[in-house]
Nanobody, 125 residues
Framework: QVQLVESGGGSVETGGSLRLSCAASGSIFSINTMGWYRQTPGKQRELVATVTSGGATKYADSVKGRFTISRDNAKNTATLQMNSPKPEDTAVYYC???????????????????WGQGTLVTVSP
């Protein structure tokens, strides 16, 4: 099994900065993609940013130039640096990861996909 632990959510003022962190642990053979999605009441969950094991990143147009995602493959962690957040960035942010579980003797077992429990980010004007 795999667990994702998120940290760093909270309140921030417009123009400030906030950092979200996500750590994956468990029977992990490899992680392909880690990332962050967000959701507001009445809306579908949307992509914020993702990063692959090779370092390729993808961002929502609305956060390009303001948010930066990074990853430490050795530690199975991903970080979202949120600079110059806006009130419209207020949402519950969810960490995401997919990859391959490890079986006995650290052999690839089966794919996995997992979401964190979410952390609330509130941006005030």
């Amino acid at each position: 099994q795999v667990q994702l632990v998120e940290s760093g959510g909270g309140s921030v003022e417009t123009g400030g900065s906030l950092r979200l962190s996500c750590a994956a642990s468990g029977s992990i053979f490899s992680i392909n993609t880690m990332g962050w999605y967000r959701q507001t009441p009445g809306k579908q969950r949307e992509l914020v940013a993702t990063v692959t094991s090779g370092g390729a990143t993808k961002y929502a147009d609305s956060v390009k130039g303001r948010f930066t995602i990074s990853r430490d493959n050795a530690k199975n962690t991903a970080t979202l640096q949120m600079n110059s957040p806006k009130p419209e960035d207020t949402a519950v942010y969810y960490c995401y990861a997919d990859g391959t579980l490890s079986g006995k003797d650290y052999v690839p077992y089966r794919p996995f996909e997992i979401w964190g429990q979410g952390t609330l980010v509130t941006v005030s004007p």
